[in-house]
């Protein structure tokens, strides 16, 4: 599950439907596991309580990494759990791969003691802020529709093409452009089409060339797909 922001809408699970899932994982005696994606980019209010901070059976494992907001590389993330699972998934990690280096880990362990990740989320939250109202203004003046509802958090927009939109071919075609998105397709289990939806990232686009990228891409989308 992925709570904060669904993938790929960037939806954010009510209070509600957490309270009836945790309610239904201990009538029917599963277990969850909580990726909470992108829970650090809340933009219009503060992050939602977790599941595994309203799990009151052991229900939930909550899983996350510290890649996407450090760097990519890094290959360090954190696990809370009920301790004989830890302890069983520490046995079964050993059989697939070694630990990332000691160094890496401590040095991880003291930015965030000192309180430097905390203050890197504020500094990307800042960051972050407009650039989805830019971003969902810009696509609604091209035609397009934002999806979803990312706009309150998360680092992507769930765009909608128009009907017949084959979202593999336009990001082909907008690749020609320098503007990359990511086809909605491989999210859908067989599609019966071409699927007009894609996904659309702001956190590695400065403020000031959004428009103009949102602008690209329009042109390749109306300008018939020439790849």
């Known amino acids: ?38 829970f650090e980019m809340s933009f219009l209010h503060a992050p939602s309580p977790s599941l595994k901070s309203l799990d009151q059976t052991g229900r939930v494992i909550y899983v996350g990494s510290f890649s996407k907001a450090l760097f990519p590389g890094l290959r360090i993330g954190h696990l809370v759990a009920p301790a004989p699972f830890i302890a069983e ?48 203004r810009a696509i609604e003046r091209v035609g397009l529709e ?5 706009t309150i958090g998360g680092t992507n927009l769930w765009v909608r093409g128009p009907d017949g939109l084959d979202a593999l071919r336009l990001a082909n075609a907008a690749r020609k452009s320098g503007v990359l998105i990511e086809p909605g397709t491989p999210f859908y289990d ?32 109306h300008g018939g797909l020439q790849e």
């Open 146 to 150: 934002v999806s979803g509802a990312a």
């Open 190 to 221: 067989l599609p019966k089409g071409p699927v007009p939806f894609f996904r659309l990232a702001y956190s590695s686009i400065i403020t000031e060339r959004i428009e103009k990228d949102i602008s690209l891409l329009a042109d390749r989308l």
């Open 1 to 38: 599950m992925t709570p904060s922001h669904q993938v790929p809408t960037g939806v954010t699970m009510p209070m509600e439907r957490r309270r009836q899932l945790l309610a239904t994982a201990q009538e029917r005696d599963f277990l969850i596991v909580e990726d909470d994606y992108d």
């Open 89 to 136: 998934a520490r046995r079964l990690r050993l059989l697939i791969l070694r630990h990332p280096p000691g160094h890496m880990q401590r040095t991880t362990a003291y930015f965030l003691a000192l309180g430097h990740y905390d203050q890197l989320v504020r500094d990307m939250r800042i960051a972050f802020a407009e650039r989805p109202t830019i971003a969902a």
